[in-house]
């Protein structure tokens, strides 16, 4: 159902921001196909995932943090703050490893701002003409209101109409980054399979290049096989549309929720602390341990003890302690009954 | 092709430390040591147990991720969180029943033991296994263990209501099918004791 409607909020959005079709470009007309289908296939997975308990619990618990009554302005502020350093700048991967860092951020941004462009030109939101005073004076369109003009011949449409090439070369330095570690980190080539962590790299590398290529074909060749050659590109971005909610590109989507359980960390800091029942230390927010055990019950999960406690209640660094002891206690029945050695 | 398998002995620990440095040098997690070496109860014996990841078979470290960060491989091992997606939230760290997963607070994610996947997956022994002087970690055949030493190897577990299998196997005394968890207490509280301001054992427990 949240698929559906995704698709046809979208169509809806098509329609108006095009002014009726009127801005709407044909000839990009199976790349808004491809996304209205991409746009389903991602609300469907995202509403299936809000499904999981766990992912249900954070995704309550965390707007419930934001909006609570009074912490609003905190939260707005603080929000700004973990964006900026998680999204913008992406510190938490440079802390994993530099050459992890170079390579995610190119990719994002080169892809952010390839999607800020492409877009809004396939649905017809953004559009470009000559003045009808001047050939020489481009005019810019945004859902048909006039955004701004600028002459054919300075450095802002030298930027507009080559910005996809800057973003093609961003995201291949980070395709080949990305590449040059997965092939030297011997740790990555172990665990990472060729359909989630390979094929999204192909994917953009034949996108960047047939792209290119394109603009290759225009400016040095005379339009050499511009036709066969922006049909090959359209094939590349359709599949890497159609493979978007299914691989690895889904967590473009997935990992906004890192701001929610920001918040709920925060919150399970300032309020009561969780207490082990066996060493008496401080282990978490109560708050957690609480969600912990309606999350258990609703996964079927029974930790309940025979002596009445709950498992829940035992730090782990006890229950680490508590599995030695426990395989202790069973040499040492043993040895009581007289049948050990 | 004869299977290797883990298999945990805590009672054989000596508390060398070997599996600690040793960790830290697999290639998936190359630099942070993720195996939990205990002090069992440091004021009255030098009592020590290392813990791996067990490798359930239904993992609830993975069914309680709200990320779907923690996944299976086709061999059984349970993999360390799925870097694009673990949110770090904790959730597996708290909830696991053998207190494996460990949260990286630098990095923001959890990451835990892969049974040196990058060596397992090829046939090589864990880098744990590999040094442990004692055997209270050993990666070999279910004949040789059972030759070798007098208990049983199990696989079984049970916390209050729930039952745990793992792929990782535990030394027990010979016709126990299963370890039941219940919980032992401190015999020694730091309250029951005389204070002692220069109590080192107390100090490092803390
Ligand atoms: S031992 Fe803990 S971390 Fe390992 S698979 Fe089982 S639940 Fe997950
Ligand atoms: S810390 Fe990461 S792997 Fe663990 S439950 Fe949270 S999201 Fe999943």
């Known amino acids: 159902m949240w698929g559906l409607l995704a698709t046809v909020s979208l169509i809806g959005g098509i329609y108006i921001g095009s002014r009726g079709l009127r801005?709407?470009?044909p000839a990009l007309v199976s790349y808004a196909g491809a996304t209205l289908f991409a746009a389903f296939g991602l609300a469907y997975r995202f509403s299936m995932w809000l499904r999981r308990p766990p992912t249900r619990l954070y995704w309550y618990r965390g707007w419930q943090i934001f909006t609570k009554r009074g912490s609003l302005g905190k939260n707005l502020a603080h929000l700004f703050e973990i964006f900026m350093s998680n999204f913008i700048f992406q510190r938490f991967i440079e802390r994993r490893s530099h050459m992890r860092w170079t390579a995610h951020w190119f990719l994002a941004w080169g892809c952010l701002l390839a999607g800020a462009i492409t877009f809004p030109l396939s649905f017809g939101w953004i559009h470009f003409e000559t003045a009808t005073s001047s050939q020489e004076i481009y005019r810019a369109f945004l859902f048909g209101i006039p955004v701004g003009q600028f002459p054919v011949h300075s450095v802002i449409a030298e930027l507009a109409f080559n910005a996809l090439d800057i973003a093609a070369m961003m995201v291949l330095i980070g395709v080949f980054t990305a590449l040059w570690r997965r092939g030297r980190d011997h740790g990555a080539m172990a665990v990472q399979q060729f359909a989630d962590d390979l094929m999204p790299l192909i994917l953009l590398f034949a996108i960047c290049v047939t792209g290119l290529f394109l603009t290759a074909s225009t400016h040095l060749m005379h339009g050499l096989h511009y036709t066969f050659l922006s049909?090959?590109?359209?094939?590349?971005v359709i599949v890497t549309l159609v493979y978007l909610p299914f691989g690895k590109f889904f967590h473009i989507f997935q990992r906004p929720a890192q701001l929610g359980v920001d918040f709920y960390k925060r919150a399970g800091k300032e309020g009561e602390q969780a207490v082990c029942i066996r060493c008496g230390n401080e282990y978490g927010s109560r708050m957690q341990m609480d969600d912990m055990k309606r999350l258990?019950?609703?996964?079927n999960i029974h930790y309940q003890l025979k002596d009445g406690?709950?498992?829940q209640d035992i730090c782990p660094k006890c229950r680490r302690k508590n599995l030695a002891l426990t395989q202790d206690s069973m040499w040492k029945t043993l040895v009581e009954k007289g049948e050990g050695s | 092709m004869i299977k290797n398998e883990f298999f945990i002995d805590?009672?054989?620990c000596i508390g060398c430390e070997a599996c600690v440095q040793a960790c830290g040098e697999c290639?998936?997690?190359r630099g942070v040591s993720l195996i939990h070496l205990e002090t069992i109860e440091r004021r009255d014996s030098v009592q020590t147990a290392p813990q791996v990841c067990m490798h359930c078979e239904d993992p609830i470290c993975a069914q309680v991720c709200p990320a779907d960060a923690i996944k299976k491989t086709p061999d059984g091992v349970v993999q360390s969180s799925l870097k694009p997606r673990c949110i770090g939230c904790s959730n597996c760290v708290v909830s696991c029943p053998f207190g494996v997963p460990k949260y990286q607070i630098d990095v923001?994610?959890?990451?835990?033991?892969?049974?040196?996947?990058?060596?397992?997956?090829?046939g090589k022994k864990p880098m744990c296994a590999?040094?442990?002087?004692s055997g209270a970690l050993t990666f070999t055949t279910m004949q040789d263990i059972q030759r070798t030493r007098q208990g049983v190897p199990v696989n079984e577990w049970k916390f209050g209501a729930e039952v745990v299998h793992t792929k990782v196997y535990v030394m027990v005394p010979p016709e126990m099918t299963r370890v039941d968890i219940g919980l032992i207490q401190i015999q020694t509280t730091a309250a029951a004791l005389p204070s002692d301001p220069y109590d080192v054992a107390l100090m490092l427990e803390s």
């Open chain 1, 231 to 236: 049909q090959l590109h359209a094939v590349t």
């Open chain 2, 10 to 12: 805590y009672s054989r």
């Open chain 1, 309 to 311: 406690s709950h498992y």
């Open chain 1, 296 to 299: 258990q019950a609703a996964l």
């Open chain 1, 23 to 25: 801005d709407f470009d």
């Open chain 2, 130 to 133: 590999t040094v442990c002087p």
């Open chain 2, 108 to 122: 923001d994610q959890m990451m835990k033991c892969d049974m040196c996947y990058d060596r397992t997956s090829v």
């Open chain 2, 27 to 29: 290639d998936t997690h």
